[in-house]
């Protein structure tokens, strides 16, 4: 048997239960389509924070568990600060605050761990996300606050013609998932084009090389570390103006750990491809295969959205430890 | 090396300073007075109450206005007038951030803080009422549930220390199956109609299906469920099964975030605000403002009590404002969840009261304060002079009704305020008292409970 044949197995699986509504005609082909465009928009944005995830674990090989609690930070800074100012210009303090947030946690936390195992930089970030997730409440306070970022909240029906009923689209949707492919898209450019972002994937691939050659080890985890932190920023002005800035929203960046696991945790192009899968996958479990769960079974019931993520993670797991675009880490022995 | 090692010490003693100075601050900003001089040690001569809260976390927008009231009222208790009957009021704060565990853990630290222990315990939580309820039988300490918590345990027989004061997830359902029959000209008219309930996946979101599915037995409407996992901001494929679905009318079972992300899908999908009728605890102030002019029409019950100002906030502004004591600031002062803290910090003090009269001024034990609670009749006239006229229908419970009357409004957001619709909804009881019989003696059997005979307890 091919090596490769249960990667290729749970793909095609997955193509199958993909495609399985509209073939049995158990969905009408308008739905699917608002279905499909649904988890698509919402994977772009989970795709937004796990970016975060990959591009400090990229050129660190810190599993930043925090990115959650920055999003919070980032979009609680934000929404109070635009109660004093002009969106724009509260945009702006964020970012100067997420910068000099990572320098303090590249300060305080990552250097006195510099050679250290992963394990013990992980639960140095476990301790960020709490010291944040309190910080950010107690700075900022725990209300619901709103980011207006002026789109429009009416949705409009599109493709009357082609299917009946129209396609429901909503323009904020539409608007974040546009901003959203774009940061991607710049990110993708940096790491791969700019001598930083060079620099960058020399210090991911082995710290001491990359210093041994005079690339600064710490300036280069304050820029990863403030990059992230402004990605978190976008992501949590998105969200923001989505669901409102409150606590949850560190919750929903979470959707991010089985974007990465899917996508590898050292590829942008894998947060990308991951955040669509999961995306799409949850939104079509949740609509097609829980009620047919619950009536084959006769089950209690409940939303599967929130862990059939985790278990299409574990499936691609289980194929491919390494994620769809990771690299395959092989130890000499 | 050295100046570099002092320069991170600094930095980092500067940090946590900042950290334990600006908790400090908040703690006595919400609570009026540092935390150290709250009951720390709930002194002899002393009646003390717990405060189960969550001011943090994905549930704070709606615990933060609910404990401002409740610890308001307590607050003006003590400063208008002297206590209960004289005996001074203590209270401790335990945030719970509306998780189970941590909310028993609070009741295990508090339940024995003074030398009566607690008076009484608000979980605010159906999950952490469930966890609490088993206790309750060996420690013999009320659980007071307004509006939550089990629907049977308005069965004091079974339930000796629930008391699911002035509503039930069983009553409310009922209520709005009642309201929607109406506007569609007769409950007759619900046969072929649609009705979804999208839900808080946990306990508290269950808790109405039993009754909803009997009331669709009875007329003929279809029932659609819809779960949402916690803490709700994930909506999408719900509402598109709502759009697939088209139902005639969304019945809202939410709590925190997950409302106003309801109602901001229901814009974002099309679904009318006008079709769709919250719970309770789905119609405050922060389930609707985030959403903007989008929330406008939705409707939602109201009990216990609405929005508005009346005497005793009037009573709170001079008492505890006034001289810097509030648990908040105004903001939020006079909202539902607000009134609907206070309202049950004053149920909770005229259970006190009433159990004052049998066993004497003095600080109470829990069992003593239950007598006070299955003996508790708050009529118009006491409503009135208490200054609650108008935020709340007359509450008369007995030992066998730990509920003591349910009655319900329709209000709906008009962009900028909730406007109250006028007549009162009572429940069908004679659709609900069989149901609760029966759940409640399952649970009696499942628990090997033996039913007080409250025919031969003295009164």
């Not at chain 1, 013990?120 to 996300?129: K, N, Q, S």
């Not at chain 1, 725990?142 to 299917?163: H, R, W």
């Not at chain 1, 929203?249 to 491809?273: D, E, H, M, R, Y």
């Not at chain 2, 900003?29 to 040690?41: I, L, N």
Request: proline share 5%.
């Amino acid at each position: 048997m091919n090596k490769n044949t249960p990667f290729i197995a749970v793909c095609v699986a997955l193509l199958v239960g993909l495609v399985l509504p509209l073939a049995t005609g158990a969905s009408a082909p308008g739905f699917y389509v608002e279905v499909l465009l649904g988890g698509l928009m919402a994977g772009v944005l989970y795709s937004l924070v796990a970016l975060g995830f990959a591009l400090i674990f990229k050129a660190s090989g810190v599993f930043n568990f925090a990115q959650g609690a920055m999003v919070l930070f980032a979009a609680l800074a934000v929404a109070r600060l635009a109660e004093r100012m002009p969106l724009w210009a509260a945009i702006l303090v964020g970012i100067v605050i997420m910068t000099l947030l990572a320098w303090f946690i590249e300060r305080l936390v990552l250097r006195p761990l510099v050679n250290q195992d992963p394990i013990a930089l992980f639960m140095a970030t476990l301790g960020v996300t709490f010291f944040l997730d309190g910080f950010g409440q107690t700075v900022w306070g725990s209300d619901i606050y709103k980011i207006e970022l002026g789109m429009t909240k009416e949705p409009v029906l599109v493709l009357q013609n082609l299917f009946q009923g129209g396609i429901l689209v909503n323009g904020e949707d539409f608007v974040a998932a546009i901003v959203a492919a774009a940061l991607v898209g710049g990110l993708a450019l940096f790491f791969q084009y700019t001598p930083t972002g060079r620099a960058l994937r020399a210090v991911a691939d082995d710290h001491q090389a990359a210093q041994s050659i005079g690339i600064p080890l710490n300036r280069m985890w304050v820029i990863v570390w403030a990059v992230a932190g402004v990605v978190a920023l976008v992501a949590g002005v998105i969200w923001g103006s989505k669901l409102g800035v409150q606590f949850s929203l560190s919750q929903v960046a979470l959707k991010a750990l089985p974007v990465v696991i899917l996508g590898g945790f050292t590829s942008v192009t894998g947060a990308i491809v991951g955040g669509l899968i999961i995306g799409v996958g949850e939104k079509m479990a949740e609509v097609f295969l829980g009620p047919v769960l619950v009536k084959a079974f006769d089950l209690a019931g409940g939303g599967i959205e929130n862990w059939f993520a985790y278990v299409l993670a574990l499936v691609f797991l289980l194929v491919r430890p390494q994620g769809l675009f990771g690299e395959k880490h092989i130890d000499r022995v | 090396m050295r100046h570099q090692v002092g320069v991170k010490y600094t930095v980092l003693a500067a940090l946590l300073a900042a950290v334990f100075g600006s908790t400090a601050l908040q703690a006595q900003d919400k609570a009026g007075v540092p935390a150290q001089k709250k009951a720390a040690s709930a002194p002899a001569g002393e009646q003390f109450f717990p405060v189960l809260s969550y001011r943090t976390g994905a549930y704070a927008p709606n615990g933060v206005p609910f404990a401002n009231g409740y610890v308001d009222y307590l607050k003006l208790v003590n400063a208008r007038d002297g206590g209960i009957n004289g005996i001074k009021i203590t209270f401790e704060e335990c945030e719970t951030g509306y998780a189970t565990d941590r909310g028993v853990e609070c009741y295990e630290r508090l339940k024995g803080k003074s030398p009566t222990g607690a008076t009484l315990f608000h979980p605010l939580s159906t999950g952490i009422t469930f966890a609490l309820t088993d206790k309750s039988f060996t420690d013999k300490i009320p659980i007071i549930t307004p509006g939550y918590g089990r629907a049977d345990s308005m069965d004091g027989t079974v339930f000796a220390w629930n008391f699911p004061l002035g509503g039930t997830y069983w009553t409310s359902s009922d209520m709005l199956v009642q309201h929607i029959g109406k506007k569609e000209g007769g409950l007759d008219k619900l046969k072929g109609k649609k009705i979804a309930l999208v839900y808080h996946d946990s306990p508290y979101g269950k808790e109405p299906i039993p009754l909803l599915q009997e009331r669709q037995k009875m007329h003929g409407f279809e029932l659609l469920l819809l779960p949402v996992t916690h803490p709700g901001v994930e909506q999408k494929a719900t509402w598109l099964q709502i759009r697939q679905q088209r139902p005639d009318y969304v019945l809202l079972w939410g709590w925190g975030v997950m409302n106003s992300t309801s109602i901001k899908e229901a814009v974002a999908t099309g679904y009318p605000r006008e079709k769709m009728y919250g719970v309770w605890w789905s119609g405050a102030e922060p389930d609707v403002t985030p959403a903007g002019e989008g929330a406008k029409g939705y409707n939602a019950l109201t009990f216990l009590a609405p929005a508005g100002q009346g005497a005793v906030h009037k009573d709170i502004l001079k008492f505890v404002h006034a001289k810097g004591e509030a648990a908040g600031n105004k903001e939020g002062f006079g909202e539902v969840l607000y009134n609907r803290g206070m309202t049950n910090a004053m149920m909770s003090v005229e259970a006190v009261k009433r159990a004052q009269i049998r066993y004497g001024k003095k600080p109470l034990k829990g069992e003593e304060v239950r007598w006070g609670l299955e003996n508790l009749a708050i009529d118009a006239a006491a409503i009135k002079r208490l200054g609650f006229e108008g935020f709340m229908a007359p509450i008369s419970t007995s030992c066998v009704d730990h509920e003591g009357g349910s009655a319900a409004q329709i209000h709906t957001w008009d962009g900028s305020k909730w406007v109250v619709e006028p007549g009162m909804l009572q429940p069908d009881m004679s659709i609900i008292k069989p149901m609760i019989r029966a759940s409640a003696e399952k649970y009696a059997a499942e628990k090997k409970i033996v039913k007080r005979d409250c025919a031969k307890e003295t009164s």
